[in-house]
């Protein structure tokens, strides 16, 4: 059976050294509810994945992406709510224009000190690539973490190097 996912993005916006986050607590039956994300949603026909991310930014957070690199990969076959598969392209804006607002329709916007990023309520499967996003050492890294019954059921790495 050919793999199919559903493509995302998923982008941590920086400010010194906080990072932008969504708390998820607005949407009853949200997959992602009472937890803290990265901002970004799935790619509309037609558009690149870099387009994606800035109009995801733009809706979510109403700022306009300038600095925009491209971290990594993940794939999480059967992550969906109903087993769907999805890949995501993970980016870290480093600059932008315009001013977040306290909330969006998904939930309550915060900055949140890197340093402590790891200490929120995240997927599990998150704490194994986020501190991979802010290595500079990382130029890019490419995974899969098969999901089984709403957890990480795996996860295997390819880490380009600079």
Known sequence: MPYTPILGTLAYVTRGDDV??????????????????????????????????????????????????????????????????????????????????????EGTLHWVPRDRLLDLPLWEGDRHWLPMLFDDSVAQFHGVMPYIDGRPGGWSVTVVER
């Not at 990265?38 to 026909?45: H, Q, R, V």
């Not at 870099?50 to 993940?74: F, N």
């Open 20 to 105: 932008l986050m969504v708390h998820r607590t607005f949407r009853d039956g949200d997959q992602h509810l009472g937890k803290f994300n990265g901002l970004g949603g799935k790619l509309e026909p037609g558009e690149d994945i870099v387009a994606g991310i800035v109009r995801e930014l733009h809706e979510e957070a109403g700022i306009d992406a300038l600095d925009v690199h491209l971290r990594g990969t993940i794939s999480w076959p059967g992550f969906g709510t109903g087993g769907e598969d999805w890949f995501g392209f993970i980016f870290r804006v480093d600059a932008f224009t315009g001013e977040p607002p306290a909330a969006n329709e």
